[in-house]
Every structure is written in structure tokens, then in C-alpha cells.
């Protein structure tokens, strides 16, 4: 027999159609108990609104205007957008958010409070609107300097570079912020990869392109990432050597062949120049 908590996180939901694409859902997502089990539940891509059948779905879309999610575009490079979004103020797009991105963690609890967050959402534009791809949310105030909480690509966009592109954001905020962050703990298995993979890349391209000696506190500044991130990053590498007394950075053939062959994929990149954003104070 299984626990109730057990039966609690039994996957619920057996199919996703949003937009274009149909998804199947990792694991348990508190939909209401009416939306769980049903062959297919259609979400609205731009408002996140959720259906049980394709009738009222149709129904909601010829009424539903909504082409971008409902906030402001903070950052804008060719078909990619950032949107902002305010918990407080866009409470039902949030929670609807928060229970679409529950479907892919599973060590999360779910926030039903999203007011002391704000959600970064990233789009694709075509002719019918600004889709989503994934997001982020932060804390308005995080004690422990968390720059994100939460990070997803939809499934029908992961392994393309856009987690990337999510993370690389989230420290393009820290740098206008002025101060470092880190992602709140603990992270998924695919998190820790996925940053893993990220703050090396960032760390060896730096490095490579960089005259001169630099300290990890040099590092930190530059990038925004914490010391603790870096040393992660570098001993992921193996690149911390003892040598004559002191330690160093030693970057292997191995990992310059790596970041070689990295350098060659067209990946999208966060270009600063487009964010228009300020802290709020
Ligand atoms: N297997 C192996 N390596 C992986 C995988 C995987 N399934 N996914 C990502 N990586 C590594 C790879 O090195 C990859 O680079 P590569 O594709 O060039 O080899 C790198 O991470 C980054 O890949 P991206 O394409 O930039 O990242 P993606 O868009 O797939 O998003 C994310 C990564 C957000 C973690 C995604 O896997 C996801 O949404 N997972 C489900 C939700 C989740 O676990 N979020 C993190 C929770 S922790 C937190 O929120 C603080
Ligand atoms: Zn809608």
C-alpha cells in the first residue's frame, strides 16, 4: 500500500496541448482534482489558462487577446523577448505558471503566495505572438542573495541552448544589481548540470580571452557569480592545480578542445545592450 503522500505525488496529468505542441508531464501538478486524469488538458499558451476539453478551449481562445505574457518587455533581441512580471499584480498568470512548471519539478514545493516574486519569462516571436519558452522567477528580496528560484524550459525547447540564455539573464539582472548571486538550493538534477555546464563556459571563456592575472575574487566581480559557484565550476574542470606553493587555474587540452567545439555552436547569447531595466530600490 502506498502512503498518502506517495498517492499525493502520483503523476496526475497525462497529456499537455499548448499552442502547436502536446507534452507529457513528469510529475505531479496540483490542478484542480477536475483537470486531473482527463485524456488531454489544453492550455492557453499566452494566458496559461487551463481546459479540460478542446470545446471550451476553442471557446476561450476566440475571446482571449492576449499575444505576449502579461507584463513588460525589459529585453528585446530579434525573435526573443524577456517579459517581466509582477506576482502581486498578474497573481492568476503566476499560479498558472507555477502549476505548468510544477509538471517538471519535482523538488520544488509549489508557491501558491507568487506575490514576493517576479517572473522572467522568455518568448519567441512569430506573426501570432511572443511564445513562451521558459522563465525564471526571483525573489523580490532574498536574503540569501538569490538571483533566481526557479528555472524551466518548456520540454519542446530544452537541449537548444535556452537555459542558457535563462541563466545568463538572471546575471545580467545581478549585474545591474550590482551584486553577486546564485540559484536557490537545492537544485534538480538537470539544474546542477545545466549551471554546471554554464558558469564553466562563461569561466573558461573568460579566461581564455583574458591577459594577465586574476584572482577568484576578480572573477566573482566580473561575472556575478559567487566564489562558491566558481570553485564549483573550476573543480568541475579539474582546473584548481597546487603548483610551487600556491594554487592556480590550469585549464587542460581537454577542456580547451571542449570549449572549441562550444565556441562553434551557434548559441544564442544575451546582448546587454538590448536589457532596458532598472533595479527597483
Ligand atoms: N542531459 C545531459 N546534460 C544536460 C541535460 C540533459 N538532459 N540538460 C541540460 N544539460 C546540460 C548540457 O551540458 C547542456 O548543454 P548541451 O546541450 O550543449 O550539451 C547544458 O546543460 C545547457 O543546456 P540548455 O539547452 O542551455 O538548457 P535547457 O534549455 O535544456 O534548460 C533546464 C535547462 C532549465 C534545467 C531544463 O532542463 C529544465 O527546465 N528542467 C526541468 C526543470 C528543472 O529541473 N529546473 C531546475 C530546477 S533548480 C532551480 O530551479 C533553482
Ligand atoms: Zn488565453
Redesign the pocket.
Known sequence: TQSTSEVARMKNLILIEMGQFRIEP?YFSPYPQEYSYVPVLFICEFCLCFYANKMQYTRHRTKCTLQHPPGNEIYRKDDLSFFEIDGRRQRMYCRNLCLL?KC?????TLFYDVDPFLFYILTLRDERGCHII?Y?SKEKESAENYN????????Q???????????QFSYELSKAEGKVGS????????????????WSEVLVDLLINYDGEISIDELSQLTCFTVQDIMHALFSLDAIRYYHGQHCIVLSQRVMEAHER?SQ?K?RKVDPSCLKWTPKV
Not at 533566481?148 to 520540454?155: D, H, K, R, S, V
Open positions: 513528469w512548471s517538471f519539478l519535482d523538488h520544488k521558459g525564471f533566481l528560484a526557479c528555472i524551466l524550459t518548456l520540454p525547447y530544452q537541449r537548444m541552448g535556452y537555459g542558457r540564455v535563462l541563466m540559484p536557490e538550493k537545492p537544485l534538480s538534477d538537470l539544474g546542477l548540470l545545466s549551471y554546471r555546464t554554464f562550444f555552436k548559441l
